[in-house]
Antibody, heavy 126, light 113 residues
Framework: QLQLQESGPGLVKPSETLSLTCTVS??????????WGWIRQPPGKGLEWIGT???????YYNPSLKSRVTISVDTSKNQFSLKVTSVTAADTAVYFC??????????????????WGQGTTVTVSS | DIVMTQSPDSLAVSLGERATINCKSS????????????LAWYQQKPGQPPKLLIY???TRESGVPDRFSGSGSGTDFTLTISSLQAEDVAVYYC?????????FGGGTKVEIK
């Protein structure tokens, strides 16, 4: 059974860089049938898509965060990672990683995010 | 960007009664080449990640009870819980995967009356 697990510091200082890793177990991140994504949820608020990555390294980012976000993949470790630079209190949130079914030939997602990590809370504070 | 608007923000329904949640997209999420609607519904309980309930607007994810159903056109969608159970208390989100940026509705909180 596929599982995703987020890891990283729970506290980040303003203006610094937030770094998180999602470890995939029970399956391969190198499958051509999936993109892998990051989603965040500020306290008491809704869900915001941050970006997604394919095993090849192809990425898509939310334009609202694009200038500060980098998502990368390490297929040898079955992991993908998120970096958000110049963080402020507005970046305080629960950060989730998730799997997105994808059809390579049509270039479209094939359903919703079907497997999620439990989420990790990141607080931006000095 | 496709804006997803959910209504109501919250609703209280008696046990065993029907709950209906609406979701409207600012542009069509119907992909004409395959006639599929790129719309998903999630359930999120406190302290948990979202759980995928429905995709392609009306296809239930494996293991999801059949009291959950989805319907809709290219821009207007509905999630229906036919007979509300205590374990259905949660926040429900719609999400479009037609184009990036992927976007979610603001959520609808379902409670017991």
């Amino acid at each position: 059974q596929l599982q995703l697990q987020e890891s990283g510091p729970g506290l980040v200082k303003p203006s610094e860089t937030l770094s998180l890793t999602c470890t995939v177990s029970g399956g391969s991140i190198s499958s051509s049938s999936y993109y892998w994504g990051w989603i965040r949820q500020p306290p008491g608020k809704g869900l915001e898509w941050i970006g997604t990555i394919y095993f090849s390294g192809s990425t898509y980012y939310n334009p609202s965060l694009k200038s500060r976000v980098t998502i990368s993949v390490d297929t040898s470790k079955n992991q993908f990672s998120l970096k958000v630079t110049s963080v402020t209190a507005a970046d305080t949130a629960v950060y989730f990683c998730a799997r997105l079914p994808y059809d390579f030939w049509s270039g479209t997602y094939q359903g919703g995010m079907d497997v999620w990590g439990q989420g990790t809370t990141v607080t931006v504070s000095s | 960007d496709i804006v997803m608007t959910q209504s109501p923000d919250s609703l209280a329904v008696s046990l065993g009664e029907r709950a209906t949640i609406n979701c409207k997209s600012s542009q069509s999420v119907l992909y004409k080449s395959n006639n599929k609607k790129y719309l998903a519904w999630y359930q999120q309980k406190p302290g948990q990640p979202p759980k995928l309930l429905i995709y392609w607007a009306s296809t239930r994810e494996s293991g999801v009870p059949d009291r959950f159903s989805g319907s809709g056109s290219g821009t207007d969608f509905t999630l229906t819980i036919s007979s509300l159970q205590a374990e259905d208390v949660a926040v429900y989100y719609c999400q479009q995967y037609y184009s990036t940026p992927l976007t979610f509705g603001g959520g609808t909180k379902v409670e017991i009356k």
